[in-house]
């Protein structure tokens, strides 16, 4: 027969500090991109690669473009003329990188 010990502690947690479950806390995480836009440089920072590989390997590959591109419902505008920026959906372009990540970096 298992035998078990119960013990009450006293942990103080600082006062400039909360104690939260880790849904919450991903929870929050992910509010932070919420309403968010990212430009190439950023997710240039993200990925922490450079804007060329971006493009050959997540951007332009059909089996991600028709996921990723606003013309197909994505959360990626594509620039149409040179001078136009990129932008990305920050929280979509974060999920899906994490979703993906196996895919685009295995090539």
Do not use: C
């Not at 806390?25 to 920072?45: A, C, I, N």
């Not at 594509?78 to 090539?107: C, E, V």
């Amino acid at each position: 027969m298992e035998q078990q010990l119960s013990v009450n502690l006293i942990i103080p947690i600082p006062s400039d500090s909360v104690l939260i479950s880790k849904v919450e806390l991903e929870e929050l995480k992910q509010q932070q991109l919420v309403g968010v836009y990212w430009s190439m440089k950023d997710l240039e920072e993200r990925t922490n690669k450079k804007h060329q590989w971006i493009k050959e390997n997540i951007l332009y590959p059909s089996e991600f473009r028709k996921i990723l591109d606003v013309e197909h419902g994505g959360f990626v505008y594509y620039p149409k003329t040179q001078g136009q920026t990129w932008s990305f959906q920050a929280s979509k372009m974060a999920d899906f990188l994490d979703k993906n990540f196996h895919r685009i970096f295995s090539q």
